[in-house]
């Protein structure tokens, strides 16, 4: 009867967590795709109807990224306190509202207002949250279960960016949004609600644990660590936003480019099914320059490449590859160096700047575009933004885990 029991309380233990991070992917899909990449795909339609420029519009993605990391910072240290729940829940309320506003919004300062309120929306309903949940009730078996989680949010795009190119041309931008709003808000508010309600109480160091995140934080390996990231995410998540207006150039239909974008997805899970081996083969300092150079070499290929179609395609999946393995490369920076105590909170002071260097990504890009004379010497410097950030790496492993 004891052994019973035991089995029984350890399959509960394990379904607890299994059915967090069933809700989480079904979230992060959905939120991810909403509220990050329908917008390539629907600010062109923006400009035109509108009457503002491409860099315009960009800003107000931008400012959601810059308002995403600034707010990160004391949601990490809620995070830490409270649990998931209660800040995805609030933000799921949040993001449906703001995306509303964004839709009906009909003057510029509306238009900043909504992305000023779905940047602080995606602190509290993107990866920052879900990594801490995971990462806190995954404990050991946190790589398999971030690696899950980022491999169903990977496509994101592959769901999102051909369901807006749809949505766009039969509905135009406004009724798209709404639409999307819909849909956002009838998945992820109850699921954060009634899914994520397992215990969070307070963390109990273990020996991988640093216990003082201050020191962390000011020492020399975590002020490189975020160094190199933020300019490595400056070059994964350029490429993003740049990878349509790239492909339309090359000649490519903006649908055909929507596609390539939204089949860079799949890439983003291909990348991601490798991690757990790559991270049982390699020390940390290897693999996070190996992804960071890999990320370089995809963008100057996507740099050179005059066509076809095809091969063009296939370079936007090799990149989506690197930029899936990235995103896993970020969510265990932490947890790698220096254990999972206080992640709320070190990850959010890692995630600030990069989400700083995310946002103006997008609006440096398109203003070097235009003053480079084409996307294809944009990515060229994108790529070796991203060679830097893998020589930085070298020398953000503190000597406790080198």
């Given amino acids: 009867m004891t052994a019973e029991v035991e089995r029984s309380g350890t399959r509960e ?24 990449y329908a917008f390539p795909v629907l600010a062109p339609t923006i400009a035109r109807d509108t009457g503002w420029s491409m860099p315009a519009v960009i800003v107000g993605f931008s400012l959601a990224q810059i308002v995403s990391a600034v707010v990160g910072i004391p949601v ?39 992305w000023f309120l ?34 169903i949010g990977g496509l994101a795009s592959t769901v999102f960016a051909p369901l807006s190119a749809v949505l766009d041309e039969h509905l135009g931008w406004r009724t798209s949004y709404l639409v999307l709003a819909a849909a956002l808000g009838l998945i992820t508010i109850p699921a954060h609600t009634f899914g994520l309600r397992r215990p969070w109480t307070a963390h109990v160091a273990t020996t991988e644990d640093v216990a003082d995140p201050e020191r962390i934080a000011r020492s020399p390996a975590f002020v490189t660590l975020v160094v190199s990231l933020s300019l490595g995410a ?22 055909t480019a929507a596609w390539a974008l939204g089949l860079g997805g799949v890439g983003q899970v291909l990348g991601r099914l490798g991690y757990g081996t ?42 989506g590859c690197a930029r899936g393995v990235f995103t896993l490369l970020q969510a265990t920076a932490v947890s790698d160096r220096w254990g999972s105590a206080h992640y709320g909170r070190l990850g959010g002071l890692l995630s600030a700047p990069v989400a700083v260097t995310t946002a103006s990504a997008p609006w440096v890009a398109t203003a070097l575009a235009g003053s480079l004379g084409g996307y294809s010497a944009v990515f060229l410097v994108l790529a070796v933004i991203a060679v830097a950030a893998a020589a930085l790496s070298l020398g953000s492993i503190p000597r406790i885990t080198d």
């Fill in 76 to 114: 990490g240290r809620v995070l830490d306190r409270r649990g998931p729940r209660v800040v995805m829940t609030c933000g799921s309320v949040l993001a449906v509202s703001a995306v509303v506003l964004l839709a009906t919004s009909r003057s510029y300062p509306a238009f900043l207002v909504a």
């Fill in 278 to 319: 790559l991270t049982a083969r390699t020390t940390v300092r290897t693999r996070t320059t190996a992804i960071l150079l890999t990320s370089a070499a995809t963008t100057v290929l996507l740099g050179l490449l005059p066509g076809p179609a095809v091969l063009l395609i296939g370079a936007a999946v090799l990149a």
């Fill in 13 to 36: 233990e394990r379904a607890g967590p299994r059915n967090v991070l069933v809700v989480l992917c079904l979230t992060q899909i959905t939120s991810w795709g909403v509220l990050f």
């Fill in 118 to 151: 779905i940047g602080t929306a995606m602190a509290g309903v993107l990866y920052q949250p879900a990594f801490a949940a995971v990462t806190r009730w995954y404990g050991e078996r946190r790589v398999t279960a971030l690696t899950t989680l980022t491999l």
């Fill in 234 to 255: 400056f070059a994964v998540y350029a490429v993003v936003v740049t990878l349509v207006p790239l492909l339309t150039e090359r000649g490519l239909s903006t649908t």
